[in-house]
């Protein structure tokens, strides 16, 4: 999807075909919400995560448990 506004009919159709049949007066707001969505997935693919470890580093409380343990 481009940086455009995704046309309220363009909405409709992919809502189609998802199987969510939805009214008229709906096709707006979902082609605006697909659009925000698409704008704030756009900003989290240009950070930059090469020094994040893994999600699966994380402990909370702040203990660090090793393998052996």
């Known amino acids: ?3 455009d506004v995704l ?4 909405a409709a159709r992919w809502a189609a075909r998802a199987g969510l049949l939805l009214p008229a007066e709906r096709h707006a707001a979902v082609a605006a919400t697909a659009h925000h969505i698409h704008s704030v997935v756009a900003v989290l693919r240009e950070l930059d ?4 470890p893994p999600a ?9 448990r090793s393998a052996a343990q």
């Open 1 to 3: 999807m481009s940086a």
């Open 56 to 64: 699966t580093a994380y402990h909370p409380g702040g203990e660090h």
């Open 49 to 52: 995560f090469g020094d994040t």
């Open 7 to 10: 046309p309220a009919p363009e």
